[in-house]
């Protein structure tokens, strides 16, 4: 189907081959989220007038309403009891609440680490204070299971991923809900299968080896590097690196920031859009009380940002099927509009694409920056191995064939991983493999509607599977380190990240042809990575660093 330019074989392909975008009306909703732009929440409709006839008739409401909320809470943990020993399973050590009905305690210290920028030391603090690699918590009325165990999170992933979703924690509650989105990161199921065919062509086609699309951008990168070794922040040059490219990429034109500064207010937008969403995804049940006007003005201008793009995408399509002319365009919007040409549906699926992507590769490379001044003995050695490529053009292959540009892109995933947690809700009564009992050896039982988070940076810390010096920057681990499913930074199985050669291969290029040009980069900040969570961890603080250019290189 891909391809053609038969309207009415792709409408149909849309219609009648998965009904499911019929039956997800996003119009269908409630009068108080329609006001608010948002779609239908879960959450009950209420009387304007509520009426108390008598003090005694309200005090026996509240009463049964006690008495209800008692007696199901005590009814389910017998429940989860007998299911856990029914599947096989072991107990799983519980955190300790002041408040274990919501688990406001829990929130709350969760908050305050957020807001310190602590989120990262907090979550080391939580898991050493429980002494265990899997525990439970209530996190605002939720049951959750915290986890840092490899083989949880594999079984999530592979085994067991159907019986795990993301579209209960990210849609059907409306966290995503405000650009009306349906796209591969927020579905599961059909949904999921379709939005993921959609864009797989254009991820697995060899169109990221093609290195020149990535060339003019980086000469414009490099051109910014002051020569005269003044300190300079390279995260928001790399911001802007990464708009260029991924614009080009995702739209088929360039947003050219690094030579138009003031167009980065897309991506500032997008930081801002990904902040609310995280907030909005922590607040689980209590997410329709959100309320964010500064947030919901940056989600329309993203919104009319993917939706000027959708509009001159179709144009330009029409006017190709009026003309009978073949467009050079070879971005993702114009293989998706050959496919699908519902606005909607396409700003939905393209935004799907667009928000995990935005500064990831970035904050990738930024983070690369950071290690490798603090560690010139490491990028000497880079360097050596890169100039030992000569001076011929930079290809695919040559930068795969690297090995030690790998272990250092290895070793910075390993720190400072993009994707923290790997978050799913049960979709049924399931079981992981690990976690239970007294040894935690046991496997664990998953009711239907538990949260399970499995924790990346910790196992990526986590002194038994890297050793004493796990904390250090070591890119020569990788020599001998085979780590499998306790390393992967871009997840695994059916819902891996679609992007990951990319990925490593515009973060390798980027540091290929910088060291090519520079000598020696030196850190110019001694204030400690400070992280702030945007998808991933990113410092506060920048990337500053002086470089000294090579005054031999041509390149
Ligand atoms: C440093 C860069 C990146 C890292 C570390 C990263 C990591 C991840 C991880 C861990 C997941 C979740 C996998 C899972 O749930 O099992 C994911 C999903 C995803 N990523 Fe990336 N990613 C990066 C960059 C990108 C870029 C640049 C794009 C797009 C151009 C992208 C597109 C996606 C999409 C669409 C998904 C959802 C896939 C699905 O649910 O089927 N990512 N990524």
Request: proline letters at 5%; glycine letters at 6%; aromatic letters at 12%.
């Amino acid at each position: 189907m891909s391809g053609t330019y038969d309207s009415g074989a792709e409408k149909l392909f849309i219609e009648d081959n998965f009904p499911v975008w019929k039956s997800y009306n996003v119009k269908n909703v409630c009068t108080s989220c329609a006001a608010r732009n948002y779609p239908e929440t879960k959450h009950s409709p209420t009387t304007s007038k509520t009426m108390i006839a008598s003090p005694h008739l309200f005090v026996s409401f509240l009463c049964l309403t006690i008495f209800y909320y008692a007696s199901s809470i005590i009814l389910s943990s017998i429940q989860y009891n007998r299911k856990t020993q029914a599947f096989g399973c072991g107990k799983i050590k519980k955190y300790r609440h002041y408040d274990p009905i919501l688990g406001l305690d829990f929130a709350l210290s969760m908050r305050k680490a957020f807001q310190e920028h602590r989120w990262l030391p907090w979550q080391k603090e939580l898991y050493r204070d429980q002494g265990v690699k899997t525990f439970t918590a209530t996190f605002l009325g939720s049951r959750m299971i915290y986890s840092a165990e490899s083989d949880n999170m594999k079984a999530m992933s592979t085994a067991k991923w159907k019986d795990f979703g993301i579209q209960p924690l990210r849609l059907d509650n409306g966290v995503t809900g405000p650009f009306h989105a349906i796209g591969v990161s927020n579905v599961d199921g059909e949904m999921w299968e379709f939005s993921r065919n959609l864009i797989k062509p254009y991820f697995t086609r060899d169109g990221y080896s093609d290195l020149g699309r990535l060339k003019v951008h980086t000469d414009r990168l490099l051109s910014l590097v002051p020569l005269d070794g003044t300190a300079f922040d390279i995260q928001p040059l790399m911001q802007r690196w990464f708009l260029d490219t991924s614009t080009e990429f995702l739209f088929g034109k360039t947003l050219n920031s690094l030579t138009y500064p003031t167009k980065v207010k897309i991506s500032i937008a997008m930081v801002d859009v990904m902040r609310g969403l995280r907030a909005r995804l922590q607040m689980a049940k209590l997410m329709f009380l959100h309320y964010d006007p500064v947030w919901l003005r940056n989600v329309q201008t993203v919104k009319d940002f993917i939706d000027a793009n959708v509009k001159s995408t179709l144009a330009e399509r029409s006017k190709c099927i009026a003309s009978g002319n073949k467009s050079s365009r070879t971005d993702l919007l114009w293989d998706m509009v050959r496919q699908v040409q519902d606005p909607e549906v396409l700003r939905g699926q393209i935004l799907a694409v667009f928000v995990p992507s935005n500064d990831t590769t970035s904050i990738l490379i930024s983070n690369a920056f950071y290690a490798l001044s603090r560690h010139p003995e490491v990028y000497s050695k880079l360097r050596k191995k890169v100039l030992a490529l000569g001076d011929q053009e930079l290809n695919f292959e040559k930068l795969r064939s690297i090995s030690y540009l790998a272990w250092v892109l290895n070793e910075v995933h390993r720190l400072y991983p993009n994707g923290i947690l790997m978050v799913r809700q049960a979709l049924t009564d399931t079981t992981l493999p690990v976690g239970g009992g007294q040894d935690q050896a046991a496997p664990i039982f998953v009711a239907k509607g538990d949260i399970v988070s499995c924790n990346r940076y910790l196992m990526h810390r986590d002194l038994d599977i890297w050793g004493p010096d796990a904390e250090e920057f070591n890119p020569e681990r990788w020599r001998e380190a085979r780590p499998m499913w306790k390393f992967v930074p871009f997840g695994g199985g059916p819902r891996i990240c679609p992007a990951h050669v990319l990925v490593m291969t515009e973060a390798s290029y980027v540091l290929c042809r910088f060291a090519q040009r520079f000598e020696k980069i030196e850190a110019k900040d001694d204030r400690p990575y400070t992280a702030i969570m945007r998808i991933g961890p990113s410092n506060m603080h920048g990337v500053k660093i002086s470089a000294v250019k090579d005054e031999k290189a041509t390149l």
